[in-house]
């Protein structure tokens, strides 16, 4: 982490940046700097042995002319003395054949020995590090008469260490001035991000409880930016907190509209094999004393019963997993018919019931009853006075088919979503029942499909597979 840049704090990168570019700035100034300095160096050279090859060879012409060697080398020594300041440490008289007039330093370059080839090869350049010594010419002529050359071997350490006084004194500068900026901008941007501390600071606690405004005093000028910042987040946290409200609110009222639609389907649930269990109290009451039909009637009564109770033990089959379960029988399609026939009649529908479904294991008999009765009623609650309500039911190796089919206007688009899972329902009685028609049919695995036209009816068909451990988990 420490040696990636990305992950650097922003109160390090802003230094770091200055500290960086201030650095590179450094170094193209320092090489600038050092440049001029050498070709200035370089010129003044060039100036100062100029102005000493002049003198000495305007001395000396006469005395190659008559190629008096004492002469040349008297002369040499005074110009040595006059020239001081330009550090000459040798001078070197040749004829144009190399050979050797007189020098300064007669032990290393003797009279009459030729000058070696190799000598005078360096020359004085501003672009490239300069030698401790520097030799410079002068040829010599007399009416176009070469007479012979001059050779000055000047000193230029002194030159080389100007430039490393020079060097060092812009890096020791540089330096400095790359400290302080780096720790100047460090606690400009600590300061300038002083109120996006603060902010984050109220963001993080805010993850773990709720957001705190800010007060006027720590918002300052509003007009300003961070001023405007800290507004917009005592904003957000007004609506992060009137959202909350919202979302408690509205939670306390799906709970009520929960708790409200439980209510009217275990109602209607109920109330829906209860008009099927009056009729047999009625007929117990009128052919009490024949005893086929009270027979029939008190297993009916019996039967509708067990049929409530399955209702409310399937209401609350999400707090009850371990319950027991009994399979689908034939029987109790013909107490459904029993059960229904009494709300036909009252509607003068004709019921038409086709029911030969032969092998029904596998299928819970409550939640089975529970759709069937609703989808039964809906269908006569929908038909006009006249009409006809189909009913059939069978079954194919995996499965159980159901078909409920009237001759109504047709199920309102809603009831139809509401059926088929894609919207929750909040209408009357039809409405509840196919609600939970709906969640029955989702949690046997099953599949229903309508059609549905204003002029010819509703025709829903249920399938529900076979499977001896299905279980209902949630039907509310």
């Known amino acids: 982490m420490i040696l990636n840049p990305r992950r650097w704090p922003f109160v390090v ?25 050498s070709e200035t160096q370089a010129r003044h050279l060039e100036a100062l042995s100029g102005s000493y ?28 003395a006059l020239y001081r300041s330009l550090k000459v440490q040798g ?5 144009p054949n190399r050979s050797i007039v007189a020098s300064t330093d007669p032990a290393r370059f003797p009279t009459e020995d030729m000058l070696p080839s190799s000598f005078g090869a360096s020359s004085p350049a501003a672009d490239a590090p300069w030698p401790d010594v520097v030799i410079v010419r002068r040829d010599l002529s007399f009416q176009d008469r070469p007479l012979g050359t001059i050779w000055a071997m ?16 812009l890096a020791g500068t ?17 300061r300038m991000l002083k109120p996006l501390r603060g902010l984050n600071a109220r963001l993080e606690a805010g993850t773990s409880g709720k957001l705190t405004p800010f007060s006027s005093v720590e918002i300052g000028d509003p007009t300003r930016e961070f001023g405007r910042l800290y507004a917009g987040y005592n904003a957000m946290a007004q609506a992060v907190a009137e959202r909350e409200a919202l979302t408690l609110k509205s939670a306390e009222e799906k709970r009520l509209a929960s708790l409200g639609r439980l209510s009217s389907v275990i109602a209607h649930e109920i109330n829906n094999p209860l008009g099927g269990l009056i009729n047999a109290v009625d007929t117990i009451k009128r052919h009490g004393d024949t005893p086929s039909i009270r027979a029939v009637s008190v297993g009916l009564l019996e039967r509708g019963l067990n049929g409530i109770r399955e209702v409310v033990e399937t209401t609350l089959a999400v707090y009850r997993p371990d319950r027991n379960r009994r399979d689908l029988k034939a029987s109790d399609l013909d107490d459904l018919r029993l059960l229904v026939e009494g709300a036909a009649k009252r509607r003068q529908v004709d019921l038409e019931w086709q029911s030969d479904p032969g092998d029904l294991s596998g299928l819970p008999s409550g939640a089975v009853r529970q759709i069937i009765l609703n989808l039964v009623l809906n269908g006569i609650e929908a038909s006009p ?5 189909i009913f059939s039911a069978r079954t194919s190796d995996r499965a159980l088919l159901i078909s409920v ?8 688009p809603e009831l139809q979503a509401a059926l088929q899972g894609q919207t929750e329902t909040t209408t009357s ?19 229903i499909s309508i059609l549905s036209q204003r002029s010819e009816g509703t025709t829903v068909q249920v399938v529900l597979p076979r499977s001896p451990s299905a279980e209902i988990a949630n039907v509310a």
């Open 91 to 95: 001078t070197i008289v040749t004829r």
């Open 174 to 190: 540089n330096a400095v001035l790359t400290l302080i900026l780096a720790a100047g901008g460090w606690f400009v941007v600590w």
């Open 429 to 447: 009685v039809p409405g509840i029942g196919l609600s939970v028609v709906r969640a029955l049919v989702a949690e046997l695995a099953g599949e």
């Open 53 to 80: 090859l002049d003198g000495v060879s305007s001395s000396l012409i006469p005395h190659l002319l008559r190629d008096d060697t004492w002469e040349v080398f008297d002369n040499l020594e005074r110009a040595k």
């Open 385 to 389: 006075v006249g009409s006809k309500v």
């Open 405 to 412: 089919g009237d001759q109504g206007g047709g199920m309102p």
């Open 13 to 37: 990168k802003v230094p770091a940046s200055v500290a960086l570019l201030m650095l590179i700035a450094s170094v193209v100034v320092s090489a600038q700097v050092l440049s001029r300095l």
């Open 154 to 169: 000047i000193d230029t350490q002194h030159l080389a260490s100007e430039r490393r006084s020079v060097l060092w004194t």
